[in-house]
């Protein structure tokens, strides 16, 4: 009896799985074509200086919106296209896009892109983000790309050479969502990064009163200051959050209190054409509120 029933479970699983693959093959078939018809696209969001409230520049995010499923979030499709090997031409799209906006902005303010492991691991990352600096004419040392530690978790001389050439380009390295991985120090001096970003659950958790989370994120930044690099809290929802974090020593804060991601960097004014400069008042406003 029992191994009836777990026969049955093993077929249903089957099942399962054969419909998981099934449905991975046609997004990454859609995926495919929706780099060349035009379905891909890039939002922004900004990233604040913690004490002005300025914006010190903005986070390039991945949208797809796809024919008949309208929006998937990069959370499900960034993983097929890494494993269907499409990661490189799309991350090379990002960067071009990307840059080519960036170069319309003041002269102060940066562009993050976010970069995969595997695109890391590649080999045509440095040329892709050469290619992109040139045909847009954006400065180098206004790029920042955001990598997450599991670039580390294997090819390790290869991954530290590879960082140490991007950097050689002039542009920046930021450790994404740090505290969520292994989050070994032993990474910080890796390569150099100019920033470290501190993961949105750890502000939640920081935020919901936990003493541990608290005492690690001011360890995390202390440990950042004596390094010479900034702390980014990521995922500020509220003006509590933004208090805490900023409380705790982190240089720069980013979230939806601030903006959601946009497809315009103007949208994130409040319908004005001297965009920049109502953005950072209005993010002033929401502070008093
Ligand atoms: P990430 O780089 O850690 O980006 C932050 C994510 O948090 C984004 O989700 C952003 O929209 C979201 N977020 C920002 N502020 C808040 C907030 O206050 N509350 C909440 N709940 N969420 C907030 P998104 O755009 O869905 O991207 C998810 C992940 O997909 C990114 O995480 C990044 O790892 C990856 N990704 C996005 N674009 C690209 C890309 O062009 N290339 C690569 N390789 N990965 C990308
Ligand atoms: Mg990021
Ligand atoms: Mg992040
Ligand atoms: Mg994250």
């Not at 309208?70 to 990661?87: H, K, M």
């Not at 936990?210 to 900034?230: C, D, H, P, T």
């Not at 980013?254 to 953005?279: C, E, H, K, M």
Request: glycine share 8%; with cysteine.
């Amino acid at each position: 009896h029992g191994k009836e029933s777990g026969r049955g479970q093993c077929v249903r699983y089957k099942k399962f799985m054969q419909v998981e693959a099934d449905e991975r093959h046609i997004l990454e078939n859609d995926l495919r074509d929706a780099l060349h018809n035009g379905d891909l696209s890039v939002a922004y969001q900004s990233i604040v200086d913690a004490n002005s409230e300025e914006i010190i520049g903005y986070e390039a995010l991945l949208r797809w919106n796809h024919r008949t499923r309208g929006e998937i979030s990069p959370a499900v499709f960034i993983p097929i296209a890494e494993e269907a090997r499409l990661i490189g031409n799309i991350g090379n799209w990002v960067l071009r896009t990307a840059c080519a906006q960036a170069k319309s902005w003041p002269d102060h303010v940066r562009l993050s892109v976010n970069v995969s492991a595997l695109q890391v691991e590649g080999g045509g990352l440095a040329n892709s983000i050469i290619g992109a600096l040139a045909s847009s004419g954006l400065s180098p040392d206004r790029l920042e790309l955001e990598v997450t530690e599991s670039v580390f978790l294997d090819n390790h001389e290869k991954t530290d050479a590879t960082l140490e050439n991007l950097r050689s380009l002039g542009i920046n390295l930021v450790l994404d969502d740090f505290g969520t991985g292994y989050s070994s120090l032993g990474y910080l001096r890796r390569a150099s990064f100019s920033t470290i970003k501190i993961d949105r659950s750890f502000v939640k958790s920081a935020t919901r009163g936990s003493s541990e989370s608290m005492a690690i994120i001011r360890a995390i930044v202390s440990m950042a200051q004596e390094l010479g690099m900034k702390t980014t809290a990521e995922g500020i929802e509220n003006i509590r959050e933004m208090d805490v974090m900023r409380d705790l020593g982190c240089t720069q804060l980013q979230g939806y209190l601030f903006s959601r991601p946009t497809q315009s960097v103007s949208d994130q004014a409040s319908n004005s054409s001297d965009s920049l400069a109502v953005i950072s008042f209005s993010n002033t406003e929401l502070k008093r509120k």
